[in-house]
């Protein structure tokens, strides 16, 4: 098959999904092809609403389809304790927990000076501007939790954001070890992120 063929056109396409090679790509393609041809259009269409329809909350910067997410416009959510986590399926994770029902706070990635990522390409300043304009007002925020990855780029972040948060005057702390070192907050049992949030410690 040549490079302008469709078949490995879409399988080049399908095989940019994360966890997907060549081979699953292939079958993918071929299980396109045996389906009604509505199948195709409705995937692409979904696919093509989700980039036209989903932007980041005007205040946490969490993934919404309006200008505010659920959870920041809900008054039963507890606007003191803001949980800051790495990537917008943290806070599902965390949510699922039951066990935290104050606001989030989505950096969209951590501190890895090797991968090029620093503090200006996450979203800090927001986190900081957020903090500094509710100071003194009914949504005072007393605590940040500090909910990244345990592993070296989560543990640099969190040292970071702890050294500019102590300044304004919040509470920071830090999950609990009840997530096993090297376990992303997403693929975490709901057990231990509970007792995480429970028994978190104030860092530094």
Known sequence: MSAADPFRR???QLARFPGVGEK????YAYWLLRQQPDAAENIAAAILGLKASVR?????CDLSERELCLRCSDPARDASTVCVVERPQDVRAIDGSNEFKGR???LHGALSPLDGVGPNDLRIQALLARISAV?????????????????????ATSLYLARLLRPLGVRVT?????IAVGTEIEFADRVSLARALEGRRDIG
């Open 10 to 12: 879409a399988v080049q």
């Open 24 to 27: 699953t790509a292939t079958r």
């Open 56 to 60: 980041e909350c005007a205040v946490c």
């Open 104 to 106: 989030y706070h989505v």
């Open 135 to 155: 100071s003194g007002g009914l949504d005072t925020v007393k605590e940040c939790i500090l909910a990244m990855d345990p592993d070296v780029e989560g543990d």
């Open 174 to 178: 830090r999950l609990a070890h009840g």
